[in-house]
């Protein structure tokens, strides 16, 4: 028993330590119940850039080759498929394609499978069909225009911070991004300005980004 | 009985301390300790932010309605206090529509603060003619601000939560086909679920 360390010094500060977490612990709670952290938000502007359109959802975003959609949606169109607002396939990426002839409110898309949707991590791959994509925007006559699913579905999760990391690496080739949420109640629609005032595609930039 | 006193008696005779052995207090100091560590880390990590919608860089005179689109509908926080110095800088005929809309915006404040439970629970449907009031108004401080040549104006700035995009495409869709909405510049960000709003320190800008 004489041989015991005294241990008096290391509970000291063992103690001590404790108390000063408990300290941390409280003013942190009282400095997260007031602190308020301010998100600045990129804003519309008009703008002659013409719209490159992606789907973002879940972690994978899809870019639209609108070529070949208006070539499929044709040749639905012309077999009778798209009547009475029948939903047709687009042969693209799992997406489907829906008209409405008599409202003249363009093409709504459904996304039933996006397991060949490219994952964000090809963002940075230089082989990946996404990055390609990406690269061939021009930002001084394109922008890159998402739709961004907002829910979590049995597919996948809500497509936000796909969103916020393709815009977040586009903007590193100084090319400008818009986005409009959608879900399978709310589908997206690619229509023409001239038939529809909704059908407005404009990119959204902070006042630091504006030309 | 006896016996046991004896033997205590004869082992402090022999001058020996009695020493208490620490270990069990320290481990449990560490214990606390290693759990105080821990829920300090999981609460940074779990608490809800609060977030407040800005967009200070735009050229530093524009101020923001926010709209946060939820499920359920939409939370509006109208600015006020900028709102004062514009009425300073108006006419006498016009300062008396700027209190209006002043003392309307103040009016849903107070609805909104006391409002019970979170600040994520008080979402209201988002009616037509709410959103036909807030175009109106800030069309008409715009204009009374470019009248006056006071460098003031107010834009919409969207929060979008997660399944809140219904919401955010039908007040969208009844804004174009408002006049009043046509000059409003428009911002909209994503959300997470777990970015909530302060809504006193928003009304106090």
Redesign the interface.
Known sequence: ??N?IS??S??DI??N??GI??I??VI??IH?DS??????????HATELKPIFFIAKGDRILPINMTKIFESTTVQITQGMSENKRIFPLDYFGLYGQVDSKENSGISFHVHDISQWSKTQALEKNTSALHKSITHIDPKTQFAYFF?Y???DETAS?G?EA??QARKYLKKYHIKTG?????A??PMIICDEAFN??C?YLP?Y???DTP | MAMSRAIKAQRYNQGQKLEISLFPFLSIFLCVMGVLSFINVLSSFSTPQKIELTAKLEHGYKVAYQIFSLPDGMISLPPVTHLQKLKEAVDNTDKKTIEEIIQRRKKAIRTLEQQPGSAMDIASSADIIDIVQITHDIRVLNELALKANHLYEEFLLFGIYPNGGQVYQKIRDVMTLLQDARSISIGLEPLDPNWTLNIKKSVQR
């Open positions: 028993m004489n015991l241990l008096d290391l509970t063992v103690s330590s404790v977490l408990i941390f612990a942190n709670l997260d602190k308020t952290y301010q998100l600045e938000i990129p804003i519309e961004v907002d829910s979590d809500n936000f969103f916020r986005w409009q949420p959608v879900s109640e709310n005032e909704s407005t959204a902070l006042g630091k």
